[in-house]
């Protein structure tokens, strides 16, 4: 036993020795332990919060959209055009070229005047040259060249003042229609899709209805047929085909033409302002007519309904007098209308004796209470 126990100590005494030589001939082959990592508050180490993060990410982003073409989603070479801003310049263009036409008209109407100034004056010449052949009988004869000559002036003179008072009348319905699409585009006006309700569509194909046809609507239509589609007869009644193009509406974005489309394709019509011609509108009342009594009166709407200034319904009774006043109505933004389509009832009165009201009795029976508790109590 004692013999075990020593060579076990000596055993335990050996391997501590060996430990610490071994890992100094790590060190010594290049074995470094890690550093320990320096957690100073420094730009590079420090945890950032949550707005500098995004901003990094953000800053990143917008140089990698720096980075890209045009043809790859990257910025664009060129500045947007505002075609608003482009006709209000046309506009102003045309306006300047109207004064200063107004200059040179004036210079031509100064020359009419001089020029009838001279022709009197050949006038005059003429008249004393008779005057004096008359009482001389050797005076020289009457000469009527220059007379004619500026006659000929004066022609020349109005014909060119003429050309220059037609070229305003020109510029001036330029400016008038420039004004007028900016007016419509400005109120999202350009164009305004009529189509027909359901109840209109259901009676068109059975030959029963009071309402209009796209067959007689067909005549407002200035829709671009090659894109939006024909009209034809099928599916039990006559309207617009379906269109060959999933964007057809892009058609009418460069588009400068003031346009009715008649039964417009899906993607079109959720796109432009649209009236619907529907049977059986008659009186209404809605949260934008006012419905209660105001001086014996009372308002409802009447045969149209108009919503944000982007749809509207009117009744089949009276289309062909609500159809034109809606489409005027949307072109001006919805601040006019011809046609009223609110209406005042006189409403009855009736003569309430306040005193048989139940209030009034019950305030009687209070009062008689309180006067009761007086004896009693």
Same mark, same amino acid.
């Not at 990410?57 to 070479?77: H, I, N, S, V």
């Not at 060249?145 to 003429?162: D, P, T, V, W």
């Given at each position: 036993?004692?013999?075990?126990i020593?060579?076990f100590?000596?055993?335990?005494?050996?391997?501590?020795?060996?430990?610490?030589?071994?890992?100094?001939?790590?060190?010594?082959?290049?074995?470094q332990?890690?550093?320990?990592?320096?957690?100073s508050d420094?730009?590079?180490n420090?945890?950032?919060?949550?707005?500098?993060k995004? $901003?990094? /990410?953000?800053?990143?982003?917008l140089a990698?959209?720096? #980075?890209?073409?045009?043809?790859? &989603?990257? @910025? +664009?070479?060129?500045?947007?055009i505002?075609?608003?801003?482009l006709?209000?310049d046309?506009?102003?263009?045309l306006?300047?070229?109207?004064?200063?036409?107004?200059?040179?008209?004036?210079?031509?109407k100064i020359?009419?005047?001089?020029?009838e100034?001279?022709? $009197?004056? /050949?006038k005059?010449k003429?008249?004393?040259?008779?005057? #004096?052949?008359k009482?001389?009988? &050797?005076? @020289? +004869?009457?000469?009527?060249?220059?007379?004619?000559k500026?006659?000929e002036?004066m022609?020349?003179?109005?014909?060119?003042?003429g050309e220059?008072?037609e070229?305003?009348?020109?510029?001036?319905?330029?400016?008038?229609?420039?004004?007028?699409i900016?007016?419509i585009q400005?109120?999202?006006?350009?164009?305004?899709g009529?189509?027909l309700g359901?109840n209109?569509?259901a009676m068109?194909?059975?030959?029963m209805?009071s309402?209009?046809?796209?067959?007689?609507?067909?005549?407002?239509?200035?829709?671009?047929?090659?894109?939006s589609?024909?009209f034809?007869?099928?599916?039990?009644?006559?309207?617009r085909?379906?269109?060959?193009?999933?964007?057809s509406?892009?058609?009418?974005?460069?588009d400068?033409?003031?346009?009715?489309?008649?039964?417009?394709?899906?993607?079109?019509a959720?796109?432009m302002?649209m009236?619907?011609?529907?049977s059986?509108l008659?009186?209404?009342?809605?949260?934008?007519?006012?419905?209660?009594?105001?001086?014996g009166q009372?308002?409802?709407?009447?045969?149209?309904?108009?919503n944000?200034?982007?749809?509207?319904d009117?009744?089949?009774?009276?289309?062909k007098?609500?159809?034109p006043?809606t489409?005027?109505?949307?072109r001006?933004?919805?601040?006019?209308?011809?046609?009223?389509?609110?209406?005042?009832?006189?409403?009855?009165?009736t003569?309430i004796?306040?005193w048989?009201?139940?209030?009034?009795?019950?305030?009687?029976?209070?009062?008689?209470m309180?006067?009761?508790?007086k004896v009693?109590?």
């Amino acid at each position: 036993m004692g013999v075990g126990i020593t060579v076990f100590v000596l055993s335990l005494i050996v391997v501590i020795m060996i430990i610490p030589t071994v890992h100094s001939d790590t060190e010594s082959q290049g074995f470094q332990t890690p550093p320990t990592p320096d957690y100073s508050d420094s730009d590079d180490n420090r945890h950032l919060s949550y707005e500098e993060k995004l $901003q990094k /990410e953000l800053d990143r982003l917008l140089a990698e959209y720096k #980075l890209k073409e045009p043809d790859e &989603g990257g @910025p +664009p070479d060129e500045k947007l055009i505002d075609f608003q801003e482009l006709r209000l310049d046309e506009i102003r263009d045309l306006e300047y070229g109207i004064l200063e036409l107004d200059k040179v008209i004036d210079i031509k109407k100064i020359d009419v005047l001089n020029q009838e100034k001279v022709i $009197q004056i /050949e006038k005059n010449k003429i008249t004393a040259a008779e005057e #004096l052949l008359k009482k001389e009988w &050797g005076s @020289p +004869p009457v000469n009527t060249n220059q007379l004619k000559k500026e006659y000929e002036k004066m022609i020349i003179i109005q014909n060119k003042l003429g050309e220059l008072l037609e070229q305003k009348e020109l510029i001036i319905k330029q400016i008038n229609a420039k004004k007028l699409i900016y007016d419509i585009q400005k109120h999202d006006a350009k164009l305004i899709g009529v189509t027909l309700g359901t109840n209109c569509i259901a009676m068109a194909k059975i030959n029963m209805t009071s309402c209009p046809t796209f067959e007689d609507l067909i005549h407002l239509d200035d829709s671009l047929t090659a894109t939006s589609g024909g009209f034809s007869f099928y599916d039990g009644y006559f309207h617009r085909e379906n269109s060959n193009y999933q964007d057809s509406y892009r058609a009418y974005d460069n588009d400068d033409t003031i346009r009715i489309i008649i039964d417009p394709p899906y993607n079109e019509a959720i796109r432009m302002k649209m009236i619907t011609i529907v049977s059986n509108l008659g009186y209404y009342s809605e949260t934008g007519i006012m419905t209660q009594i105001v001086d014996g009166q009372r308002l409802l709407g009447n045969e149209r309904i108009i919503n944000k200034c982007y749809t509207a319904d009117i009744s089949a009774d009276n289309w062909k007098m609500l159809l034109p006043d809606t489409i005027f109505t949307f072109r001006n933004g919805c601040e006019s209308a011809e046609i009223d389509d609110v209406v005042k009832f006189e409403m009855p009165k009736t003569e309430i004796n306040i005193w048989s009201s139940q209030h009034i009795k019950y305030q009687h029976w209070v009062q008689e209470m309180i006067q009761l508790c007086k004896v009693k109590c």
